[in-house]
């Protein structure tokens, strides 16, 4: 069985599976002329995705030297590259770990916390799947 008649990408016990971009010119040349228009394109396809594959992790490996990547978490923002809190985020914070910890529900945080005129980091309303989100971050980096 060929490289491009291979359906998926099977697991390879120890030994490196070659790849259209470890041959040579010349092996590919020959290969080539031999492939259906369908294996042509499957071809075409496999050095596209590793191609963007690539691309990508250089860009973000790239990123991630210069800057962080994402929002940061609830409570916090980006200064010269480190995290320092919020106070206006950080008292919603407490006011809704007060809240779920006298017995609430996360729809009634995400009512009451709305009807305080408190927003999300996007400026949006609460949902209760956000004050969740939140809640659950907040409790995992605490333990």
């Not at 004050?131 to 409790?139: K, P």
């Amino acid at each position: 069985m060929g490289l491009l008649e291979q359906g998926t990408p099977k697991k390879h016990s120890g030994t490196p599976r070659k790849t259209l971009s470890d041959m040579t010119t010349e092996t590919l040349d020959l290969k080539w002329n031999t492939l259906s228009a369908d294996q042509k394109k499957k071809a075409f396809d496999l050095l596209h995705s590793d191609n963007i594959s690539k691309g990508t992790k250089a860009a973000l490996d790239k990123l991630k030297k210069t800057r962080k990547i994402g929002r940061p978490p609830y409570g916090y923002k980006y200064h010269n590259g480190k995290l320092v809190n919020r106070m206006d985020e950080s008292v919603t914070m407490s006011r809704m770990l007060e809240l779920r910890e006298a017995g609430c529900n996360y729809t009634l945080i995400s009512k009451t916390l709305n009807l305080e005129g408190s927003v999300s980091q996007t400026g949006k309303p609460f949902t209760p799947q956000m004050v969740r989100n939140i809640i659950q971050r907040t409790l995992s980096q605490n333990s």
